[in-house]
C-alpha cells in the first residue's frame, strides 16, 4: 500500500448545514461524497487527517451574518509540517470545505511543503463560498498539477491502487 493520506477539511457543522454559524453554502450537497470517502479510508487502512476551524464565541466571524472577507484568522498549525514529515505521504487526496478559503489555505501549504507529493482535489467534495472563485482555484490547481478527482475514481475506479502501482 503506497503512503497515501486523505485529508478532510473542515467538515464540521457549522460549516456543512444550514444553520450553522459559518454556512458553506450547498455544502450538505456534498456530504454523501464525504461519507463514501471516510468509509472508503476506514475499510482500506488509510489514516485521515482532519482539520477544523475553532473560534471562541466572542470573534467577529462568528456572526449571523461573517465579514467573509476580512474577519478570516491564519489558517495554519504549527504542527503540519511535523504530521507531514512523520507520515511522509507520496499522496494526498484532499476533500472539504470551503474551497477559496480554507481548501485553497490547505492545497497551497501542501504544494509548498511537500512539492513531490502528488496531491488529488476530489471536486465533487469540496465547496465554496464564492462559486466563480472556486472554479477558478480549481482551475488554477489543475494547471499547477494537482490532479483534479471525483469521488467515484476514488472509491469505485481504483484511484488508490493505481497509485499502489505507480509506487511499487
Known sequence: MPR????????????MHAD????????????????????YAHA???????????????????SDAPDWATTFPPHCNPNVGVVLDVLAPDDIVLYGVATDV??????????????????????????GIDKDVSEQLLKDWGDEGVR???TKEVVEEGLVEELARATA
Do not use: M
Open 148 to 150: 483534479l478527482v471525483r
Open 4 to 15: 497515501i493520506i486523505f485529508w478532510d477539511v473542515d467538515t464540521q457543522y457549522d460549516f
Open 20 to 39: 450553522g454559524k459559518l454556512y458553506v453554502p450547498e455544502a450538505e450537497r456534498i456530504v454523501g461524497n464525504l461519507k463514501r470517502l471516510t468509509d
Open 102 to 127: 480554507c481548501d485553497k489555505a490547505a492545497v497551497e501549504g501542501l504544494l509548498e511543503r511537500r512539492p513531490r507529493t502528488r496531491l488529488f482535489v476530489v471536486t465533487d467534495a469540496v465547496r
Open 44 to 62: 482500506h487502512g488509510i489514516r485521515i487527517v482532519a482539520s477544523a476551524d475553532d473560534h471562541v464565541t466572542a470573534h467577529p466571524e462568528i
